[in-house]
Structures are given as structure tokens and as C-alpha cells.
């Protein structure tokens, strides 16, 4: 059934069908709408969950690392500065192969004091372990937080759903929220590989000497790698039972395109206009949008955008001192070709900025 | 729906995990301190003069064991429901709870208690001691004389009371008006003592003949006749001054006629201040003629202030000279004082000022100035050979055993004192006639609640309080992380215009709900009240709970998670001695 939510309203509805039993979280701007109403839920009793009031987000995120690592569904959320204060703990909660799902709004970090949206917060944790994925609509919203928690315990990695403060967070959009039945035959009940036993008592997550903890690493790199096919395999299903798939990239016009606008969250429907009406006027031009963003679907990026002579990556975040971050990604990926197309890159729309349908002929 | 492909091979799960159980990692050989439970004695409990366990009675009542919790007032204090009524509550002044938001309202719970013991017949908590023939005579059936009556009776004395008045209960009877004590309730109490088989004997004033027989038939004599006598202001036309003490008196033996036009109540002290709102009551315009400053009357403040709200004026700095009949009504003449010095608790010292004498024409003047003993025997002794002297106490071996207690003895003049007076009383004679005089400061010693002066029946008789270490809790002791803020419970009152009508009771007792809700607030200061955070906290599962709380020190390391995490300072870190 068709209901008219919040973006940040469409995550707790999809928590709350995705029957998560332990859930922690600190509010933030613009993070608060989810786990203010998640909390309402846990009052009202239309979910069975415990709700962890917590004092920080370092807490939040350890509180659902103890609740995972005892075998139970769990979900987080956070924003910005709480998401970097967790820093230390997404590390951990990926090592330890706990399959936790959060919601991450993205907001720019301060100073100056900034609550709209950029992508810097989640991109500075790249390189925690986490596989993230960015969401366009409060639709992709909704299907993206339930995929989450079934790709997370299929590899047993942690699954960050990102999307932008404000333009998605707070803005009511259309959702299809399906029945739970349904919900239930896509994601079953969580069944855990890792699972603290009180009748047999071990340490988990002890000291590891070099070569076991070589080892570690290895399997988590083994467990990001299948994710693509993972992921695919999962969007099956989900496309079967709600008709709709999302890909861990989206392809747009791209098959004879000269030039290729790669973009991520929000952006992507404005992108999709600029690539409509250059259309229009008889320009070959084509949309890449990219979902996953960890694991990097580096083979599906040489596929779509290798054939193409120019690529123009517009990146809402920025690696000050290299520039924005899913450009760098997209040109490491072309590097190994033997002919690689251009890659230019713009960072726009920082800290919440517009981008405009805009652009100069001369510039394509 | 196709059934989910699950040919994927599994994915790699490398985690760091032991296979054998943590047990055999016995982290208490990394201890070098342990935690240990050591119960405390909570600050409200060491200043209360009746050594009442209030932060185990808030614990009883917030678990709704309400019989229980009046019966362990009832251990320590056969008064609760008059106490909850008119004593001062020196215990909310150091409760710890003031530092978060308000102090715990004590006194409304122990009325609650107190009037929930009188009407589901809550009992004195039963003795082993059966009575052996002992015989005490008590002089005076207040406070001190009852409580005396009420502990001894408990200890196996036989007890005889001989109170000069037609009816039991002293000032409580005959000083205390009805607005702040109704009679029934502290009737109700007096017979919950004498069913425990001592007898009041009425209209019999103490004379040289029956001390006489007292000597031969009794093993003792308690004398808690309290100050019977109002002081005299000692100036021209006194004569002409009501006694505040016999009006109040009056009041309780007959309804009284109304009396009009302005009064003078000459007294700062709580006296005063109920014969002021009575003759309010009664239709006068009263002022409080006194000699200092508010700030510096003996009256409970409280008190003060709920006297100003029914219309009382107060004058300050006034000394009465002389009184002259006028027509109609009195001259008072009054002098001026000032404040020459103040003493080192801030109270002031005054003498004439230069202004002249001024003049106040009233319809009648009341004193009450103060009382003090009202024969030469009721005098405890000064000093000499066989005289005692203790916190609440002053007695006199030299040929017959008597104990002197009450507004006698006490330097605070207050109904809990009066019933330390009568606890320590009974455990003076008690010791006295088993051990011998040689064990009663010992054994006075042993059961301080605290630090002192406090005593504890409950102690002295042996009881789980004995083993509280008497070291008292403060705020820095406490986890107010694991508390939360919540406002003080308020009492039903009478509006003001219903005040002056009648000699109604002006505050109501808490109905259960708040009773319990107020005992909820009350951190349990020292004590342990199986709120279960020590073994929740501990990160090596060291804590057992089988009826007791026990450490498994095989695994405890020490760490001292559980102390810190106590919320009420039940738990200690000792150095581990090796």
C-alpha cells in the first residue's frame, strides 16, 4: 500500500518490518525523525524490540555490537559528527562480522556549524569495513533498508543505508510499504553464524597474533568481494516479490553516450533531467548512478563507462588535497583499460548546496 | 516465488573466538583489591533523634511492603503518626536527595506509616523477652514517659505510668493543638503501647507517699513529667497575662468561647506560635510580641510561616515592660531591642535600644515564654557520686535507680527526643539490672546509630542493623547517575479560609499512591535494596545472588565496576590482603 512518509519515516517503517530486536542510537539533526519514531514503535508495542538509550554514539554503536554479537537483529542510526564519534566502533563491529544495519544521514561536518547535506561524513568511513549504499528516493529508502539486513547477515558484514539530510530525510515522498507477509518471505528470521552462548562460554573478538589477524582481514576482503553476486542474487527475490530492483549501479543512456554524468544519492534526479533534455536536443549524453559505493562495483563501472570518451563525476563530498572521492574511485577503476576514457570531476553542492539543471554547451 | 538460490559457497568467517570456555581464565588471580558489601548508615537515620531506619522504611514502603515498613518504624519509635504530624524532620535537612532536586518528604511517609499501623493494627514488633517480674514506675505519661513505657514493656519490664492529668499523653495531649495533632490519632497510639501490658494510671500525681511505695515496689523509676510550669515574665501587671500553656490546655478540655479584637502573645517559641494561630481561630487579630528576630525563634520555621499565612502578625524586637488595665482591654508597654551581637549559630543578642518606650492597647495578653519543671523532685541532679548523665538522659543511683529524660534532660525540646529519652531509658535500666552499671555505656556504645546520639532497639537487641558500618553516606558516596529526578511529594491542604474556621487538621496524609511514589525517591542511602547493577555491571559474571549477594572470587578481578555502579554506597573496595 501506497503511504505518503518522511524519507526518515520510510527507514522506521522498514525497520519495523524487517522485525529488528535490539536497537541503539543518540539523536542528531537530521538523523532524529528515525529513531524518534522507532522509539514510538518500541512504546506502543507494534514492535517487539528492546529500544538502548545510550549517551553518545560510541555507546550506541557498542550497544548494538553486544546486542549482535548475542545473535539478535539489530539497527543503529546516526548523523555527521555521531557517526564520526563512532569511528572507533565501526572497526570493530565489521571485524567481529556483525551483520548491523544503520541508517546514515549525510550531513556536513562542522565548523561552520552545518546540518544539510553532504556526503564527507559517510565517505571519511570508507574504510571501516562497512559496505554503504546510497539512496536517490524515500522509495529506494524503504527497499535499500530492507535489503540491508538481508545482504548484511548473508555476508556477515555490517551495511550502512545513506542518504541525504533533508532532501530525503525530511521530505514526504509516495512509498510502497508492503504488507509484512511479504516483507517475511524476503527476509527471513535472522540466523546467526556468530552467536555468544552463555552455555558455552568463549571470548570473542580476543587477541589475534599477526598471521590470524592477516587472516582476518583476508575473510573480510573474501566477504566484501561477495557482495556483488550477493547482492544481485538478493535483488532477485526482492524484484520478484515487490517488482522492483535497484542494481548496485544504475545504467542510464549510457550505450552510445559520449559523455557520462556519474552522481550518487539525491542528485541523480536532477541528473536524470539534465541527461533527458540533452537528449532532447540530439546529445549523446548518458547517467551513471552508483548505489554501492563499498564494495566498489569496480567490473560494472569499466562496463558502463570504459566505451565512453568523457565522464564527468559530480561528487558531493571532498578529499581536500585530492578532490572528490567518488571521482578518484571511478578513475581507479577505468585505470586498468587498455583505452580509458576522461575523467573530469566537479565537487558540488557541499554543505547542503543546490545543484541547478544548468550547464553550457561548450562544456560537453 | 522461486525458492532463494542458496548455491553460493559459504562466505569466509575468520573471527578472533576461543574454544575453550573463558572458565579457565580465572581472572581473580589478577585482583589485588575486592569489593565487598558493606552496608552503611544512611544521613537521615543519624540525625533523627528516635534513630528511625528511614532509608530502609522508604525501601519497604517503594517495594509496597507498607505493614512491614510501619513496623520497622514502630522498632525504633511507638509515635509514628504523631511524629509525622509535629516533629521537626531534622532528617530531610541532610537528605542526600536535596543535591538533585528536593529532599525526600519524610515526614509524609511516616505519617502515612504511622496512620496505616492505626488502621490496619500494626503492632510493636514482638520481643523474645518475656516479662520476668521487673518493675519499672515511669512519672508521666508524654512523650518520654510512653516511649520508656513502650520500650521496657518490649524488653519484659512491667510498667506502671502516673500521670497527673485526667487523660494520657502530655504535651501531646494538653499542648499541641488539634489542627496540627488530633486527639484520636495520638489515642490510637497510646493504646497500641498500653497493649503491651503497662498501665496508665490517671488523675494519680506522684506525691512523697507514693514515691515513697514507688521505692518499695519497683526496681526503677523513670521520671518524664516534662516543663509543666510556664516561666513568669516577672513585670508590672502580670497578672493580668493569660498562661499560653493553660489556654492551649483549656482548648483541649472544652470547646472554647471566641474571643475578639486584637491579642498580644508574648513568645518566639513554638508555644507561642499555637496559641497565636488558636486565637486566630477563635476569631482574635494576634500579634507575636518578641524580643529578637524572626530568623532567631525557637519556633519551626514552618510553623512561623503558616502562622503569617492565617493572619498572625509578628513584631520584632519588642520586650514587654509593663502591663496596665485600660478601658476597655490592656496597656502593653513595650521596649525596643536591638541586636547588639549575634552568636556563632547566627542568633542574636539584643538589649534596650535608645528609642522611648512605645505602647499597644490590646483586648488581652497571652504569654509564653517558655516552661520549666513544676516541682523540686522532677529537678534531675546537677552532679556528685552515683549521678549518670547521657545524651538524652540524666539519672541518679545514689539509693533508688531514676532516670531523668523528656524536655527534663534534652537540650532540644522535641518529640523525637523525648522518645530517645524513653529508648535510652529502657536500655539503660535494661543493662543496669542484667550487667550491671559497669556495662550500660558499653552497651549505649554498641548501639549508636552512626556516628551518635541516635540509639537503635533494633541494635541493641541484636537485629541485621547491628552489622551496618557506622560510617554515614554522603552525596559524594552515591551514584545519582542511576537516579532520576522527581519532585517531592506534597500533601492535601486546607485553604485558609477553612483553617480559620475551624481547629481542623490543615494537611492531609498521602494517599498510598503518593506515599509510595515519595518512598521511590528515596535513594536508600548505604543500604542495599537489590537493585541487581553490581552482578548486571560485572564484566566477569563474578556475582552470585542466592538470597544473598555473594563475590565469586575465583573470577573476581577487582575492578571495582560493581562498587562504583552501586547506586547507594552498599559496596566497598578493600586492599586485597595477601
Same mark, same amino acid.
Given at each position: 500500500m501506497k503511504q505518503v512518509l518522511e524519507g526518515s519515516h520510510a527507514v522506521a517503517e522498514a525497520v519495523r518490518r524487517c522485525r529488528v530486536q535490539v536497537m541503539s542510537a543518540y539523536p542528531i539533526t537530521p538523523q532524529t525523525h528515525i529513531v524518534e519514531a522507532l522509539s514510538d514503535y518500541c512504546a506502543d508495542g507494534s514492535m517487539d524490540a528492546r529500544f538502548l538509550c545510550v549517551e553518545s554514539e560510541h555507546s550506541a554503536m557498542a550497544a548494538v555490537i553486544g546486542a549482535a554479537s548475542t545473535g539478535v537483529r539489530t539497527f543503529t542510526a546516526s548523523s555527521s559528527h555521531g557517526l564520526a564519534l563512532m569511528h572507533e566502533l565501526l572497526h570493530w563491529a565489521s571485524a567481529a562480522r556483525l551483520p548491523i544495519v544503520m541508517a546514515e544521514v549525510n550531513r556536513a561536518l562542522g565548523p561552520g556549524w552545518n546540518i544539510w547535506t553532504d556526503q564527507t561524513d559517510s565517505l571519511a568511513q570508507r574504510d571501516t569495513g562497512w559496505i554503504q549504499l546510497y539512496c536517490e528516493d524515500g522509495q529506494e529508502v524503504f527497499d535499500t533498508t530492507v535489503q540491508a539486513f538481508r545482504l548484511a547477515e548473508a555476508v556477515n558484514l555490517p551495511v550502512m543505508v545513506v542518504m541525504d539530510a533533508f532532501f530525503l530525510s525530511h521530505t514526504f515522498e509516495p512509498v510502497e510499504v508492503p504488507a509484512q507477509e511479504t516483507v517475511d518471505r524476503f527476509l527471513p528470521p535472522f540466523k546467526p553464524r556468530i552467536q555468544i552462548d552463555c552455555g558455552d562460554p568463549c571470548a570473542i573478538g580476543q587477541l589475534a597474533p599477526p598471521n590470524v589477524y592477516m587472516e582476518m582481514r583476508r575473510s573480510i576482503q573474501a566477504g566484501m568481494e561477495a557482495v556483488p553476486d550477493r547482492f544481485a542474487a538478493l535483488e532477485d527475490d526482492f524484484e520478484t516479490l515487490f517488482g522492483r530492483r535497484y542494481g548496485g549501479v544504475e545504467a542510464v543512456a549510457c550505450d552510445d553516450a559520449e559523455v557520462i554524468l556519474v552522481v550518487s544519492g539525491t542528485v541523480t534526479g536532477t541528473a536524470r533531467q539534465v541527461v533527458a533534455d540533452l537528449r532532447r536536443e540530439g546529445r549523446r549524453a548518458g547517467l551513471l548512478k552508483l548505489?554501492? /559505493?563499498?564494495? /566498489?562495483p569496480s567490473a560494472e563501472v569499466r562496463r558502463i563507462l570504459g566505451p565512453a570518451p568523457k565522464i564527468a563525476v559530480v561528487d558531493r563530498n571532498f578529499s581536500f588535497g585530492a578532490g572528490g572521492i567518488f571521482a578518484q574511485e571511478v578513475r581507479a577503476a577505468l585505470y586498468s583499460l587498455p583505452r580509458r576514457p576522461t575523467v573530469f570531476g566537479y565537487v558540488a553542492g557541499l554543505g547542503g548546496a543546490r545543484h541547478y539543471p544548468r550547464y553550457h554547451p561548450n562544456d560537453i | 516465488m522461486k525458492p532463494i538460490p542458496e548455491s553460493f559457497p559459504e562466505i569466509s568467517l575468520f573471527i578472533a573466538r576461543s574454544h575453550s570456555t573463558t572458565a579457565v581464565n580465572q581472572t581473580g588471580s589478577w585482583r589485588f583489591a575486592r569489593p565487598i558489601y558493606n552496608e552503611k548508615t544512611a544521613p537521615c537515620s543519624a540525625v533523627c533523634p528516635a534513630g528511625t531506619d528511614i532509608g530502609r522504611v522508604g525501601m519497604l514502603a517503594a517495594g509496597g511492603r507498607l505493614k512491614e515498613a510501619a513496623a520497622l518504624i514502630l522498632e525504633e519509635n511507638p509515635l509514628p503518626a504523631v511524629c509525622g504530624r509535629v516533629c521537626f524532620h531534622p532528617c530531610e535537612a541532610v537528605c542526600n536527595r536535596a543535591r538533585m532536586d528536593e529532599s525526600m518528604a519524610v515526614h509524609g511517609l511516616e505519617r502515612f506509616l504511622g496512620d496505616l499501623a492505626l488502621s490496619q493494627g500494626v503492632e510493636a514488633p514482638p520481643t523474645e523477652q518475656r516479662a520476668d517480674g521487673r518493675r519499672v514506675a515511669i512519672a508521666g505519661a508524654g512523650p518520654s514517659g510512653l516511649a520508656a513505657a513502650y520500650f521496657l514493656s518490649r524488653l519484659g519490664f512491667s510498667c506502671d505510668i502516673f500521670e %497527673? #492529668?485526667?487523660?494520657?499523653?502530655?504535651v501531646l495531649r494538653w499542648g499541641i493543638p488539634a489542627y496540627r495533632l488530633p486527639a484520636e490519632v495520638l489515642a490510637g497510639e497510646i493504646a497500641r503501647i498500653t497493649r503491651l501490658g503497662c498501665r496508665i494510671h490517671c488523675d494519680t500525681s506522684v506525691t512523697s507517699s507514693l514515691l515513697s511505695e514507688i521505692r518499695r515496689s519497683h526496681d526503677a523509676l523513670f521520671v518524664g513529667c516534662g516543663h509543666g510550669k510556664s516561666i513568669g515574665i516577672g513585670i508590672p501587671g502580670e497578672s493580668m497575662i493569660t498562661d499560653g500553656l493553660a489556654f492551649l490546655a483549656d482548648l483541649r478540655r472544652r470547646p472554647a468561647a471566641a474571643v475578639q479584637g486584637r491579642v498580644a502573645v508574648i513568645g518566639g517559641g513554638n508555644t507561642g506560635v499555637d496559641v497565636a494561630r488558636s486565637l486566630r481561630r477563635l476569631g482574635a487579630r494576634p500579634i507575636l510580641v518578641y524580643r529578637r528576630r524572626r530568623q532567631d525563634m525557637p519556633a519551626f520555621p514552618p510553623e512561623v510561616a503558616m502562622a503569617l499565612e492565617e493572619g498572625v502578625r509578628l513584631m520584632e524586637l519588642a520586650a514587654p515592660v509593663r502591663v496596665e488595665r485600660a478601658d476597655p482591654g490592656y496597656r502593653l508597654t513595650l521596649q525596643t531591642m536591638r541586636v547588639f551581637e549575634t552568636d556563632d549559630r547566627n542568633r542574636a543578642r539584643v538589649c534596650p535600644d535608645t528609642a522611648p518606650e512605645r505602647e499597644m492597647m490590646v483586648d488581652g495578653i497571652f504569654s509564653a515564654i517558655g516552661a520549666e519543671a513544676a516541682e523540686p523532685w522532677q529537678q534531675p541532679p546537677? %552532679?556528685? #557520686?552515683g549521678v549518670l548523665k547521657y545524651s538524652h538522659l540524666q539519672g541518679d543511683t545514689r539509693d533508688f535507680v531514676t532516670l531523668y529524660g523528656g524536655d527534663?534532660? &534534652?537540650s532540644v525540646r522535641s518529640v523525637p527526643d523525648a522518645v530517645a529519652s524513653g529508648k535510652q531509658a529502657a536500655m539503660v535500666f535494661d543493662t543496669l539490672l542484667e550487667e550491671g552499671a559497669g556495662a550500660v555505656s558499653g552497651r549505649l556504645e554498641a548501639s549508636r546509630v552512626g556516628p551518635g546520639p541516635s540509639l537503635s532497639m533494633e541494635i541493641y537487641r541484636g537485629g541485621p542493623r547491628k552489622d551496618r558500618s557506622p560510617r554515614v553516606v554522603g552525596?559524594?558516596?552515591? &551514584?545519582? #547517575?542511576?537516579f532520576l529526578p522527581a519532585p517531592a511529594g506534597l500533601p492535601g491542604r486546607l485553604d485558609l479560609n477553612h483553617r480559620l474556621s475551624s481547629f481542623s487538621e490543615i494537611e492531609t496524609t498521602f494517599s498510598e499512591t503518593t506515599a509510595v511514589e515519595e518512598a521511590r525517591r528515596c535513594f536508600n542511602c548505604g543500604l542495599c535494596n537489590q537493585c541487581d547493577n553490581c552482578r548486571l555491571f560485572c564484566p566477569e559474571m563474578a556475582v552470585a545472588v542466592d538470597r544473598t549477594r555473594q563475590i565469586d572470587l575465583t573470577y573476581c578481578k577487582g575492578c571495582g565496576i560493581c562498587v562504583v555502579e552501586c547506586p547507594s554506597s552498599a559496596m566497598d573496595l578493600v586492599e586485597e590482603q595477601r
Amino acid at each position: 500500500m501506497k503511504q505518503v512518509l518522511e524519507g526518515s519515516h520510510a527507514v522506521a517503517e522498514a525497520v519495523r518490518r524487517c522485525r529488528v530486536q535490539v536497537m541503539s542510537a543518540y539523536p542528531i539533526t537530521p538523523q532524529t525523525h528515525i529513531v524518534e519514531a522507532l522509539s514510538d514503535y518500541c512504546a506502543d508495542g507494534s514492535m517487539d524490540a528492546r529500544f538502548l538509550c545510550v549517551e553518545s554514539e560510541h555507546s550506541a554503536m557498542a550497544a548494538v555490537i553486544g546486542a549482535a554479537s548475542t545473535g539478535v537483529r539489530t539497527f543503529t542510526a546516526s548523523s555527521s559528527h555521531g557517526l564520526a564519534l563512532m569511528h572507533e566502533l565501526l572497526h570493530w563491529a565489521s571485524a567481529a562480522r556483525l551483520p548491523i544495519v544503520m541508517a546514515e544521514v549525510n550531513r556536513a561536518l562542522g565548523p561552520g556549524w552545518n546540518i544539510w547535506t553532504d556526503q564527507t561524513d559517510s565517505l571519511a568511513q570508507r574504510d571501516t569495513g562497512w559496505i554503504q549504499l546510497y539512496c536517490e528516493d524515500g522509495q529506494e529508502v524503504f527497499d535499500t533498508t530492507v535489503q540491508a539486513f538481508r545482504l548484511a547477515e548473508a555476508v556477515n558484514l555490517p551495511v550502512m543505508v545513506v542518504m541525504d539530510a533533508f532532501f530525503l530525510s525530511h521530505t514526504f515522498e509516495p512509498v510502497e510499504v508492503p504488507a509484512q507477509e511479504t516483507v517475511d518471505r524476503f527476509l527471513p528470521p535472522f540466523k546467526p553464524r556468530i552467536q555468544i552462548d552463555c552455555g558455552d562460554p568463549c571470548a570473542i573478538g580476543q587477541l589475534a597474533p599477526p598471521n590470524v589477524y592477516m587472516e582476518m582481514r583476508r575473510s573480510i576482503q573474501a566477504g566484501m568481494e561477495a557482495v556483488p553476486d550477493r547482492f544481485a542474487a538478493l535483488e532477485d527475490d526482492f524484484e520478484t516479490l515487490f517488482g522492483r530492483r535497484y542494481g548496485g549501479v544504475e545504467a542510464v543512456a549510457c550505450d552510445d553516450a559520449e559523455v557520462i554524468l556519474v552522481v550518487s544519492g539525491t542528485v541523480t534526479g536532477t541528473a536524470r533531467q539534465v541527461v533527458a533534455d540533452l537528449r532532447r536536443e540530439g546529445r549523446r549524453a548518458g547517467l551513471l548512478k552508483l548505489k554501492m /559505493f563499498r564494495p /566498489f562495483p569496480s567490473a560494472e563501472v569499466r562496463r558502463i563507462l570504459g566505451p565512453a570518451p568523457k565522464i564527468a563525476v559530480v561528487d558531493r563530498n571532498f578529499s581536500f588535497g585530492a578532490g572528490g572521492i567518488f571521482a578518484q574511485e571511478v578513475r581507479a577503476a577505468l585505470y586498468s583499460l587498455p583505452r580509458r576514457p576522461t575523467v573530469f570531476g566537479y565537487v558540488a553542492g557541499l554543505g547542503g548546496a543546490r545543484h541547478y539543471p544548468r550547464y553550457h554547451p561548450n562544456d560537453i | 516465488m522461486k525458492p532463494i538460490p542458496e548455491s553460493f559457497p559459504e562466505i569466509s568467517l575468520f573471527i578472533a573466538r576461543s574454544h575453550s570456555t573463558t572458565a579457565v581464565n580465572q581472572t581473580g588471580s589478577w585482583r589485588f583489591a575486592r569489593p565487598i558489601y558493606n552496608e552503611k548508615t544512611a544521613p537521615c537515620s543519624a540525625v533523627c533523634p528516635a534513630g528511625t531506619d528511614i532509608g530502609r522504611v522508604g525501601m519497604l514502603a517503594a517495594g509496597g511492603r507498607l505493614k512491614e515498613a510501619a513496623a520497622l518504624i514502630l522498632e525504633e519509635n511507638p509515635l509514628p503518626a504523631v511524629c509525622g504530624r509535629v516533629c521537626f524532620h531534622p532528617c530531610e535537612a541532610v537528605c542526600n536527595r536535596a543535591r538533585m532536586d528536593e529532599s525526600m518528604a519524610v515526614h509524609g511517609l511516616e505519617r502515612f506509616l504511622g496512620d496505616l499501623a492505626l488502621s490496619q493494627g500494626v503492632e510493636a514488633p514482638p520481643t523474645e523477652q518475656r516479662a520476668d517480674g521487673r518493675r519499672v514506675a515511669i512519672a508521666g505519661a508524654g512523650p518520654s514517659g510512653l516511649a520508656a513505657a513502650y520500650f521496657l514493656s518490649r524488653l519484659g519490664f512491667s510498667c506502671d505510668i502516673f500521670e %497527673s #492529668a485526667p487523660e494520657p499523653g502530655g504535651v501531646l495531649r494538653w499542648g499541641i493543638p488539634a489542627y496540627r495533632l488530633p486527639a484520636e490519632v495520638l489515642a490510637g497510639e497510646i493504646a497500641r503501647i498500653t497493649r503491651l501490658g503497662c498501665r496508665i494510671h490517671c488523675d494519680t500525681s506522684v506525691t512523697s507517699s507514693l514515691l515513697s511505695e514507688i521505692r518499695r515496689s519497683h526496681d526503677a523509676l523513670f521520671v518524664g513529667c516534662g516543663h509543666g510550669k510556664s516561666i513568669g515574665i516577672g513585670i508590672p501587671g502580670e497578672s493580668m497575662i493569660t498562661d499560653g500553656l493553660a489556654f492551649l490546655a483549656d482548648l483541649r478540655r472544652r470547646p472554647a468561647a471566641a474571643v475578639q479584637g486584637r491579642v498580644a502573645v508574648i513568645g518566639g517559641g513554638n508555644t507561642g506560635v499555637d496559641v497565636a494561630r488558636s486565637l486566630r481561630r477563635l476569631g482574635a487579630r494576634p500579634i507575636l510580641v518578641y524580643r529578637r528576630r524572626r530568623q532567631d525563634m525557637p519556633a519551626f520555621p514552618p510553623e512561623v510561616a503558616m502562622a503569617l499565612e492565617e493572619g498572625v502578625r509578628l513584631m520584632e524586637l519588642a520586650a514587654p515592660v509593663r502591663v496596665e488595665r485600660a478601658d476597655p482591654g490592656y496597656r502593653l508597654t513595650l521596649q525596643t531591642m536591638r541586636v547588639f551581637e549575634t552568636d556563632d549559630r547566627n542568633r542574636a543578642r539584643v538589649c534596650p535600644d535608645t528609642a522611648p518606650e512605645r505602647e499597644m492597647m490590646v483586648d488581652g495578653i497571652f504569654s509564653a515564654i517558655g516552661a520549666e519543671a513544676a516541682e523540686p523532685w522532677q529537678q534531675p541532679p546537677r %552532679s556528685g #557520686a552515683g549521678v549518670l548523665k547521657y545524651s538524652h538522659l540524666q539519672g541518679d543511683t545514689r539509693d533508688f535507680v531514676t532516670l531523668y529524660g523528656g524536655d527534663l534532660t &534534652n537540650s532540644v525540646r522535641s518529640v523525637p527526643d523525648a522518645v530517645a529519652s524513653g529508648k535510652q531509658a529502657a536500655m539503660v535500666f535494661d543493662t543496669l539490672l542484667e550487667e550491671g552499671a559497669g556495662a550500660v555505656s558499653g552497651r549505649l556504645e554498641a548501639s549508636r546509630v552512626g556516628p551518635g546520639p541516635s540509639l537503635s532497639m533494633e541494635i541493641y537487641r541484636g537485629g541485621p542493623r547491628k552489622d551496618r558500618s557506622p560510617r554515614v553516606v554522603g552525596w559524594d558516596d552515591l &551514584n545519582p #547517575a542511576h537516579f532520576l529526578p522527581a519532585p517531592a511529594g506534597l500533601p492535601g491542604r486546607l485553604d485558609l479560609n477553612h483553617r480559620l474556621s475551624s481547629f481542623s487538621e490543615i494537611e492531609t496524609t498521602f494517599s498510598e499512591t503518593t506515599a509510595v511514589e515519595e518512598a521511590r525517591r528515596c535513594f536508600n542511602c548505604g543500604l542495599c535494596n537489590q537493585c541487581d547493577n553490581c552482578r548486571l555491571f560485572c564484566p566477569e559474571m563474578a556475582v552470585a545472588v542466592d538470597r544473598t549477594r555473594q563475590i565469586d572470587l575465583t573470577y573476581c578481578k577487582g575492578c571495582g565496576i560493581c562498587v562504583v555502579e552501586c547506586p547507594s554506597s552498599a559496596m566497598d573496595l578493600v586492599e586485597e590482603q595477601r
